[in-house]
């Protein structure tokens, strides 16, 4: 049916919107009156001090889901590459400041940063594969796959979102809100910027899009996501993916595979779910291997 001029469409909503009402609610409060001054007249939606109380939690649940889920789908997001890392290893362009810094320190803490600096090279291998994938701008169903996601702070989620950026292209980052002061890297897409106050609210939209995920060295945030991700495909609650995992001298001098398997509190073939990587090119072949894209 063609609506004409004119004539009300039968399938115009019959209610106004929360913003028309909003609208209408502050023409009404012009009139200044002791109720209309009190917090118990204010709209459930628009009361700050309402939605912060605790038996608003599920609600605020909710809302942290819905928020980057439709943000993203309009954004034409299919899947995403998502990237695990330090916060504090340093990048190429950083390693003879920070070596500088050390000097004077103790031998200990001399030791702990030629570690990290050791380490650059993983900042550069997220770098290059964030903008290989990005470079490859695939596309299916209308939609864009392997899109680049990071915790959107420093370091290796730095060198992702940075190597996206530098491709050309664009890339997620999720923050969380921490006591100490932290924003988004300026390489993130800045309407692919978001910002939790749950963690786990943040976790779930890490997964929900991932195709891959590329972990690299890092601390207890790293270790944190990464168990996660294996426990959730080892016990079936989630689908096999490629977990790449970055640096096999770091991760087997903090972990023991082999041990775990051993004692059998893990199965041998859990230890399968990770696939070892050291550069970005046996990264994305492992991916194509996964997905059959090659050709």
């Known amino acids: 049916m063609t609506k004409k001029s004119g004539v009300r469409d039968l399938y115009d909503r019959r209610f106004y919107g929360a913003d028309e009402e909003a609208n209408f609610a502050e023409d009404a409060n012009s009139n200044d009156t002791p109720q209309t001054r009190h917090p118990a007249y204010k709209l ?30 309009q954004a034409g997001v299919g899947s995403t590459l998502v990237m695990y890392g330090s916060a504090r290893i340093p990048s190429p362009e950083q390693v003879d400041a920070l070596r500088e810094s050390a000097k004077g320190k103790s031998e200990a803490e001399q030791k702990t940063v030629e570690r990290l600096i050791e380490k650059a090279k993983y900042y550069q291998e997220a770098y290059n594969l964030a903008r290989m994938v990005t470079e490859k701008a695939i596309i299916e169903d209308g939609e864009r796959q392997f899109v680049i996601t990071t915790g959107g702070g420093p370091s290796i989620m730095e060198a992702g979102n940075r190597g996206a950026s ?100 893990v199965s041998p073939r859990d230890i399968d779910l990770i696939t070892w990587c050291e550069t970005a090119d046996e990264a994305w072949a492992a991916i194509e291997e996964f997905y059959a894209l090659k050709g």
């Open 166 to 265: 530098d491709a050309g292209g664009e890339s997620i980052g999720l923050n969380i809100v921490l006591p100490h002061e932290q924003a988004p890297n300026t390489f993130v897409t800045p309407y692919l910027s978001f910002q939790f106050h749950y963690f786990a609210l943040r976790k779930m939209h890490f997964l929900l899009r991932a195709k891959a995920v590329a972990v690299f060295p890092g601390g207890f945030g790293t270790f944190d996501e990464f168990f996660e991700l294996l426990t959730l495909i080892q016990t079936g609650k989630m689908k096999p993916m490629p977990i790449l995992l970055f640096g096999k001298d770091f991760w087997n001098r903090v972990i023991d595979f082999d041990a775990l398997a051993e004692e059998g509190t």
């Open 44 to 73: 459930a939606f628009r009361d700050e001090d309402f939605l912060l109380l605790p038996e608003l939690r599920p609600v605020r649940f909710q809302l942290e889901l819905l928020k980057p889920e439709m943000l993203l789908d």
